[in-house]
């Protein structure tokens, strides 16, 4: 059965991983960027190999301090295009695929859905072809906890009916049936996991929610900023209760306390706020920037 499970991602992109010579993950955005990081420190084994399109809220400053290691190679290029990503798995001897490539900002899929789609349903699709061509041993795809919709009161558990609310979510849940036909069809190996929202260092600054507020920040204006910013959004889930009793049993704990982790955020936003280019513009609350410009879509 593929493992659908409640799982915590930190933000940046996307990585595959290869054994020596390489391992391949898809990472430079905010989530893959810390995975990758710790993999590349803890498996000098693994050549982990982060492919990653380096859109407009992808910064390699997240990825300084593995840049010159052997075991480490980012490769700049985009999951929607089927030739390159083939060639990919014919030059790469790639073992796992952790697939976190995406486009993620909930208020620009409601002015952008179809390159939501294009690049969150298509570009799986066209990476999860090529893997089990390849023959991968595991393909996890991060999904999110956003294809629940929200509740205020009822729990989700991996069995919990999909039910997305936006575009962005939508275009998740998707790719997820995508990925999990990969699974029906052939029993290719998939994992799905669906992560709830994380905070901290790396992302880019429209996801933390409107640190411009915050730019001489405290805390007391980043919360108010919260309240104000969802607002505009057309649609917005109130919660997401996830059901953690399954990862609590395994022993997991959270390592940093909320009140120390915000502080610790806010602290690095303050140094590193301009780690991307025009960081501003993601302090709008409906960002219009050029990176999403219309695709062709095929
Ligand atoms: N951040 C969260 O709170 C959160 C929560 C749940 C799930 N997730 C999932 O985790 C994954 C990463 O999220 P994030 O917040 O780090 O996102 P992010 O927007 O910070 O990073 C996404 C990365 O994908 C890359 N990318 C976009 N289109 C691409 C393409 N066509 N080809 C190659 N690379 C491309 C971007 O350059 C960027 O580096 C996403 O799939 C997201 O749905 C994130």
Known sequence: QPFLAPALFFPPPAAFLSRSPAGTYRGT??????????????YPNYLIINLDKLDYCASLKNL????????????QGDICEPHFIKQLFETEKIDIVL??????????????????????????????AAAHEANVEKFVYVSTDEVYGGSTDQEFDESSPKCPTNPYASSKAAAECFVQSYWERYQFPVVITRSSNVYGPHQYPEKVNN????????????????????FHRPTNDLRYPMNSEKMHSLGWRPK???????KKTIEWYKENFHNWKNAEKALEPFPVTEPFAQLNVP
């Open 256 to 262: 940093v306390p909320w009140k120390e982790g915000i």
């Open 99 to 128: 697939h976190f490539a995406a486009q993620t900002h909930v208020d620009l899929s409601f002015w952008h859905a179809l390159e939501f789609t294009y690049v969150n349903v298509y570009g799986t699709n066209v990476l999860v």
């Open 211 to 230: 640190l411009s507020s915050v730019y001489p920040i405290n805390e007391r204006s980043l919360i108010v900023f919260l309240v104000c910013f969802i």
């Open 64 to 75: 300084e301090t593995v840049s010159e290691k052997e075991n480490y190679k980012f490769i």
């Open 29 to 42: 955005g905010s989530a893959a960027s810390h995975v990758v990081v710790s993999l590349v420190r803890n």
